[in-house]
């Protein structure tokens, strides 16, 4: 069976995967989750996380290829750690996740985008090193379709989101475009637009574009139902 990393997008950490995880030991998977620098339990400050910083901690955790799941803007550190190591990676699949237009950021990406619907639900730091949701819009931009107890869990954790690693621009080349991708559409998803999932998984052929109809944290409005389609994405390559 296959090895799964985890990567968590803005905001969240390693936590966020908590019922994932065992729905996919549950089928027969490896899974674990790491903590980005600046997130969950790693106390890297704000000012010192980087776009490299992520990539390396991702690859650190690799011993043996995996399949390296990106959430949202990790969509772009699973890229780079793919330009750096291939070797190390079975496969990418983003998850409502920015999947990277060459020289472009996540910040530039954003702004190609027809809608902004994060922009009224986030505020930026006082020294505008970070940004963070703002609580009382969490439900309605991250998590419409998530148990009160997930809302409550979910705000509990969230942290401040650093600046700096989503305006750097990522170059990529072979050794990216020679990695086995797939891209997961959240069709509820009130963060990433929906129709501009469509534009980004575009470059990938048909069979590799899948489908969920949750909002933008799968991992908690449907678990069972996204551990299900990591497996079917695993035994289709």
């Not at 999932?197 to 933008?216: F, N, W």
């Amino acid at each position: 069976m296959a090895e799964f990393l985890l990567i968590h997008g803005s905001c969240h950490g390693a936590w966020c995967w908590r019922d994932v995880i065992p729905a996919l030991e549950g089928l027969g998977h490896t899974a674990r989750a790491i903590d980005l620098p600046s997130h969950g339990e790693d106390k890297t400050p704000i000012a010192e996380a980087t776009l490299d910083g992520y990539r390396d901690a991702i690859l650190a955790a690799i011993e043996t290829p995996v399949i390296l799941v990106g959430h949202s803007m990790a969509g772009f550190p699973i890229a780079a750690a793919a330009e750096a190591a291939p070797d190390k990676i079975a496969r990418l699949i983003y998850l409502c996740a920015y999947a990277p237009f060459s020289g472009e950021s996540v910040i530039s990406m954003r702004k190609m985008q027809k809608s902004q619907p994060l922009m009224d639900a986030i505020e930026i730091s006082e020294d505008r090193l970070s940004w963070s949701p703002k609580l009382d819009h969490a439900k309605a931009a991250f998590y419409h379709d998530c148990s009160d107890e997930v809302i409550a869990y979910a705000k509990a954790n969230i942290v401040p989101e650093p600046n700096l690693p989503q305006l750097t621009r990522l170059e990529l080349g072979a050794n990216y475009e020679r990695t086995s991708k797939a891209y997961i559409r959240c069709t509820n998803d009130k963060t990433i637009p929906p129709e501009f999932q469509i534009e980004m998984a575009a470059r990938l052929s048909p069979e590799e574009r899948y489908e969920m109809a949750t909002s933008h944290s799968p991992f908690f409005a449907d678990p069972a139902g996204l551990a299900a389609l990591l497996d079917k994405i695993a035994k289709a390559r």
